[in-house]
């Protein structure tokens, strides 16, 4: 007799969408519909609400005018001007609840005697809706700061009404297993706020400790920047994990599914990877740091403003923000003006007439050198005669500065015009091609 073999069971199931009876499901909203909405003091309460409502909408427009313009012209930080106009927009949610409470007050007195259990719960909503508001305005960042609010409110108005543990039963039946391990709807929303949370907070945590690393005179520039990096590296990698093993999900079971995505998602950063190690690189070995002036092999002249994980921004002097990616830092040749020493040398090339005695230019040419101001006079500029050319005798006159940020093509311009300057004033010439036509009488 064969033996029977049982079927395998599969090893992701669906739970709890099944044991939902829809028929059942809408009695009950039905009936909860008819005890507690349709009736009359719930309309009573209703209107008291939507007055409210429109009442406090009212009286904030004419308001909010006048708010506005005594919070801008009061002189004070821009941070807490912000602030004060974010909490300008809690006057409408304010003023509702006033009314409401007003009114309540009343409908629940002697003489009128309604149940306000609907207007109770709206003023508890409310009044939750202001405090998480004023508790969440060190968020600068407007999205998040809306996002925390929204989230945590929505947990208090389903307390309120009491209908927090039903909605939380209600996810957590929905979900499914994979081998032994159970994902319910409520786990993912767990997950994906916590997620959030932790991301945000392990954001603003490095970029705290960025603006400490920063102020640490005892270390270098190169320094500050590789250890903010870093934190700020490991700080976003351990929210990661944690948010995932918090939410109950086990990074075991997505070993072979990750390392297969990893391996795609490596191929397709990999420049990405390789300019934010070669930006590393460069801050470990020093060879480019914040403040540097370089010039790149296709002219771009500037000085480094900032050193990102992906990216260098190269300020020009005609300010503009160039991006580079740290990865042509590494496979080109960059000069670095500023590499060790701040002071480098500059060159001008000039010629003068035959009839000038050299000796006189040389001297009248490192007198006007050292004229401009940003022109150091420790190593002294010298000019050098070099050729004895066609119509001129050619001469280098070299000088030195140590801001090579404030501009190299205008020290060069200063020092020519302090040439002209001199040598027009000592009678010295400085010779142009011209042409000379002989013509000739010609006898038959």
Not at 74 to 97: E, G, H, I, Q
Not at 379 to 397: A, I, M, Q, R, Y
């Amino acid at each position: 007799m064969a033996e029977e073999t049982e079927k395998p069971e599969s090893s992701i199931t669906i739970e709890g969408i099944e044991d939902i009876d829809p028929v059942k499901l809408w009695d009950d909203i039905g009936t909860w519909f008819t005890e507690y909405l349709w009736n009359t003091n719930t309309a009573y309460q209703g209107i008291i609400i939507l007055g409210s409502f429109f009442l406090g909408y009212f009286l904030y427009r004419m308001a909010c005018g006048h708010v506005d313009d005594a919070i801008t012209k009061r002189d004070m930080p821009s941070r807490a001007k912000r602030v004060l106009l974010n909490l300008r927009k809690l006057l409408f949610p304010l003023l509702t609840l006033i009314s409401i409470f007003v009114s309540t007050r009343i409908a629940e007195s002697d003489l009128v005697g309604m149940n306000v259990y609907l207007t109770e719960g709206m003023m508890k909503v409310l009044l939750a809706w202001i405090a998480i508001r004023v508790a969440v305005q060190f968020i600068e960042n407007n999205a998040v700061r809306n996002i925390f609010a929204l989230t945590i409110w929505s947990v208090a108005a389903l307390s309120i009404f009491g209908v927090l543990d039903q909605t939380t039963a209600t996810l957590d039946a929905i979900g499914f297993n994979i081998g032994d391990f159970r994902l319910s709807a409520l786990a993912v929303i767990k997950g994906i706020l916590s997620l959030f949370l932790l991301l945000y907070m392990a954001v603003f945590l490095s970029s705290f400790l960025e603006r400490r690393v920063l102020k640490a005179k005892s270390l270098t520039r190169s320094s500050q920047v590789l250890i903010s990096k870093i934190v700020r590296v490991i700080l976003i990698v351990f929210a990661l994990l944690i948010g995932l093993t918090s939410s109950g999900i086990d990074l075991s079971l997505f070993a072979v599914f990750g390392g297969a995505i990893g391996l795609g998602i490596g191929f397709g950063l990999q420049k990405g990877i390789s300019n934010l190690f070669s930006g590393m690189l460069l801050l470990v070995d020093r060879s480019i740091q914040p403040g540097d002036v370089i010039e790149l092999e296709n002219g771009t002249f500037g000085w480094v403003q900032q050193m990102a994980a992906r990216y260098t921004e190269i300020v020009t002097r005609d300010n503009k923000s160039f991006l580079i990616p740290n990865e042509e830092f590494i496979t080109q040749r960059v000069v670095n003006w500023s590499h060790g020493d701040t002071l480098i040398r500059l060159e001008v090339c000039f010629g003068v007439h035959y009839n000038s005695d050299p000796h006189d230019v040389k001297r009248l040419a490192e007198i006007a050198a050292a004229t401009p101001e940003r022109v150091c006079g420790d190593p002294t500029p010298v000019c050098h005669l070099v050729e004895f050319g066609d119509s001129s005798l050619n001469f280098k006159l070299r000088f030195w500065i140590k801001d090579a940020e404030k501009g190299v093509t205008n020290m060069r311009g200063a020092v020519m015009l302090a040439l002209w300057d001199s040598f027009k004033e000592h009678g010295i010439e400085i010779p142009y091609p011209h042409r000379e036509v002989y013509l000739h009488d010609v006898t038959a």
